[in-house]
């Protein structure tokens, strides 16, 4: 199998559980080595370019890679991430430049990325205080992706978009992901029920139903063969280093 997804669209991953979506995911985003199949994200190749993919690639909502932590308030989560876009993200120029200039740019980006996750952090229970823990399941997915947002991706992964959400909490989980996509960033999200304008791709068919035994795809300009969920492990210390 292979698909071709152009900036901006909306690609969702369905099949059953093992049949390899958050290693799809984990693999397009460089942060972990496929063992089969071929992929490209924009000009660059995987896994050789792997670690130039994890600069213009974020991963939101992957259970043991990007939760969040429970005891913390979605404030801190903000700050933290704004800390390591500085220190990682930011260009030489920005770093030169004044310190108020440097705190205002990250503010506009932090608000910006909020908005676009369409999380209100002034309607929550304590404002930016509130902890994950107190956070609605679908307020937590926002957190996730708006954090993911903040390092301005030109890829965006999400796993497990229906974990444990309504029917009418997905439904607005896929327009959030539809707006994003909207305004230039491809998305990779996996879950039921996208929209009919999401470039849908199943995993877990036999040979003889996709008609090829090695299955590669494409996203963000990109081709990536699904994989197997060996090299999992890994994920996290790949992720350590985007």
Do not use: N
Request: aromatic fraction near 2%; avoid cysteine; proline fraction near 4%.
């Amino acid at each position: 199998m292979e698909f071709t997804a152009e900036p901006g669209t909306l690609v969702a991953v369905e099949g059953p559980s093992g049949s390899g979506r958050t290693s799809l995911l984990l693999a397009l985003t460089g942060r972990m080595r496929a063992t089969e199949g071929r992929a490209e994200v924009g000009a660059l190749r995987l896994p050789r370019q792997a670690a130039a993919v994890r600069r213009i690639s974020a991963l939101a909502h992957v259970p043991g890679v990007t939760d969040l932590d429970p005891a913390l308030t979605v404030a801190e989560h903000l700050r933290e991430r704004a800390l390591l876009q500085r220190r990682f993200g930011m260009s030489l120029r920005s770093f030169l430049s004044p310190r108020a200039e440097r705190a205002a740019a990250s503010a506009l980006l932090r608000e910006s990325a909020l908005t676009a996750a369409g999380l209100d952090v002034a309607a929550l229970v304590k404002g930016s205080r509130t902890s994950v823990r107190d956070l609605e399941r679908i307020e937590a997915l926002r957190l996730s992706v708006a954090l993911a947002l903040i390092g301005r991706p030109r890829l965006l992964a999400v796993d497990d978009l229906d974990l444990k959400l309504s029917a009418g909490e997905l439904a607005a989980a896929w327009r959030m992901l539809t707006a994003i996509a909207e305004t230039g960033t491809t998305v990779v999200a996996v879950g039921p029920g996208a929209p009919e304008s999401a470039r849908k791709v199943r995993l877990g068919t036999t040979d003889q139903e996709s008609g090829a035994g090695d299955e590669t795809s494409r996203a963000a300009d990109e081709k990536s063969g699904t994989t197997d969920e060996k090299g999992a492990a890994d994920a996290l210390a790949e992720t350590g280093r985007s």
